[in-house]
T-cell receptor, first 115, second 112 residues
Framework: KAGVTQTPRYLIKTRGQQVTLSCSPI?????VSWYQQTPGQGLQFLFEYFSETQRNKGNFPGRFSGRQFSNSRSEMNVSTLELGDSALYLC??????????????FGPGTRLTVL | GNSVTQMEGPVTLSEEAFLTINCTYTATGYPSLFWYVQYPGEGLQLLLKATKADDKGSNKGFEATYRKETTSFHLEKGSVQVSDSAVYFC???????????FGAGTTVTVRA
């Protein structure tokens, strides 16, 4: 079974631009979560989508948004980029059957650099 | 809210040494606990997990036991290899939602 895939793997943007990152979950997984990883803040939860609906949201400004499509693929968008948005953005998918210990499987990440 | 505290690194060991990474947590519900590993330039890989008190997760020689009384989930390996060099993250997910709360990560370097 193919793992979680993320595109692009690397991205360079300038301040003020916007960016869209894509995530394809493991086949059959219905939940997709996004995390931001930076040296200073570590791993922080952005949001989670399930059946095309945002089910949970972290403490990030409204410039960060996302969506999920009917095939469970997800995109996240960051508008008006700031230098501090430079990070590794990780996508994770899970079956989300409501079981305890439902495991999230991570993709390789998209490395975003804002100049 | 939920939080995870891990011992700070970096940790440097010789091959075949014993490894312990301490992890303690605070949670409002009854969480599931995880250890993830991140190799350079890669995403996170699940190393092991435990979903209830006294459960022991194990994988690739690593072990961790869910201790509710001490709110801990310490990672151990009896004999490390150079290939175990990576960053290790302790994490929890609450019984009420699925998001993962992570510790700061511990960088482990194993020298031959």
């Amino acid at each position: 079974k193919a793992g979680v895939t993320q595109t692009p793997r690397y991205l360079i943007k300038t301040r003020g631009q916007q960016v869209t990152l894509s995530c394809s979950p493991i086949s059959g997984h219905r939940s997709v979560s996004w995390y931001q990883q930076t040296p200073g803040q570590g791993l922080q939860f952005l949001f989670e989508y399930f059946s095309e609906t945002q089910r949970n949201k972290g403490n990030f400004p409204g410039r960060f948004s996302g969506r999920q499509f009917s095939n469970s693929r997800s995109e996240m968008n960051v508008s008006t980029l700031e230098l501090g948005d430079s990070a590794l953005y990780l996508c994770a998918s899970s079956l989300a059957l409501g079981n305890r210990g439902d495991t999230q499987y991570f993709g390789p990440g998209t490395r975003l650099t804002v100049l | 809210g939920n939080s995870v505290t891990q011992m700070e690194g970096p940790v440097t060991l010789s091959e075949e040494a014993f490894l312990t990474i301490n992890c303690t947590y605070t949670a409002t519900g009854y969480p599931s606990l995880f250890w993830y590993v991140q190799y350079p330039g890669e995403g996170l890989q699940l190393l092991l997990k435990a979903t209830k008190a006294d459960d022991k997760g194990s994988n690739k020689g690593f072990e961790a036991t869910y201790r509710k009384e001490t709110t801990s989930f310490h990672l151990e390996k009896g004999s490390v290899q150079v290939s175990d060099s990576a960053v290790y993250f302790c994490a929890l997910s609450d019984s009420n939602d699925y998001k993962l709360s992570f510790g700061a990560g511990t960088t482990v370097t194993v020298r031959a």
